[in-house]
């Protein structure tokens, strides 16, 4: 009966040391970059009309901030996330740029000790010009 007992008491303990070690060596050991996806934005696409988009961020270790630039100018600047996935909606008005190329930049840090970073690049052209028939 003591054996018994002793294990009803100690199996809630070896649960969470199990799952500590399990959090600690993801935290540690990690060094894989998070997933970033830009759907909406075709890098090299001519765009005249709005787009519209969604950018998803994933990363077991959990994402800890995103930064977004649109022409280096930021959009999100280092934007606290603290959970494993991240989805976000946005559009973007070609009529409020200058007619040609531009540069959408996504770079998401996970939060894991190292820190691991990427970043996403979208090139794009904006041409709102109406055609012309002669």
Known sequence: MMRRINWIFLAPFTFLIG????WYSRYVF??????????GVVDGGTYASEIT???TVHDNSGVEDIS????????????????KTFK???SIRPQ????GNHTLKVTVRDASSKKNT???????VVDTMPLEVH
């Open 96 to 99: 409020a740029l200058p007619q």
């Open 118 to 124: 990427t970043t996403v690049v979208r090139n794009f």
């Open 30 to 39: 990690d060094d894989i970059g998070p997933e970033v996806t830009i759907e």
């Open 19 to 22: 799952f500590g070690a399990l």
């Open 88 to 90: 976000q909606a946005f």
């Open 53 to 55: 988009g969604v950018i």
């Open 68 to 83: 977004v630039w649109l022409d280096g100018m930021p959009l999100i600047s280092k934007h606290d996330l603290n959970r």
